[in-house]
């Protein structure tokens, strides 16, 4: 599980959303970051669209960003802490996912049978931010449900446009990118290297 390689750190700080834990050994100090899991969505819809959101990014100058739909598993550390120890994290990480798309997007999932886990990604070494990739297979719509002062577009864009999108680094989140250029290349060939020929 992802906290047990943590068990002999010793927190020397924590935030509202990071905490810093330290190990001594042989004389040296380690040093690890830690934050509260994320989730991103693969959904794809019968006419095979991939849906995509965008919005304006802090971390993009304020630009707008092509992403993944997602967001936090838990909204503080000690939440995230909290589901773990008492062994609800799974369901927590289910919980957030259906949040997420609800708000971001206005997809419902009905059943866990139509989300399927595709990937698990670790940021570094020295920094524990885990984010988990999901395969959305079936859905239904409403309105979107954004939180007050998110501003986000929900685009349906063909599989070969979001390969060109990819490839020209519009969608700034490198973990995604890595994940959804593996998870298309994988089961769209043929849209990709299209895009790639262009």
Known sequence: MENESLKNFVSIFKGMIFQILQKKNDGKTFEIARRSPGVRMLVITPDKKLILTRERRLECNNQPDYRLPGGKVADTLDEYLDSYDRGVL??????????????????????????????????????????????????????PEPEQGEEIEVLELPIKEVVELLLLGRMSEDRSRAVLYTYLLKNYPKEFIAAIKN
């Open 90 to 143: 799974a369901e927590r990480i289910l919980s957030a996912l259906q949040k997420e798309l609800r708000e971001e997007t206005g997809i419902i999932v009905e059943s866990v049978n139509d989300i399927e886990l595709i990937h698990t990604s670790l940021c570094g070494g020295t920094v524990h931010w885990y984010l988990y990739y999901f395969l959305i297979k079936n859905f239904s719509r409403q309105s």
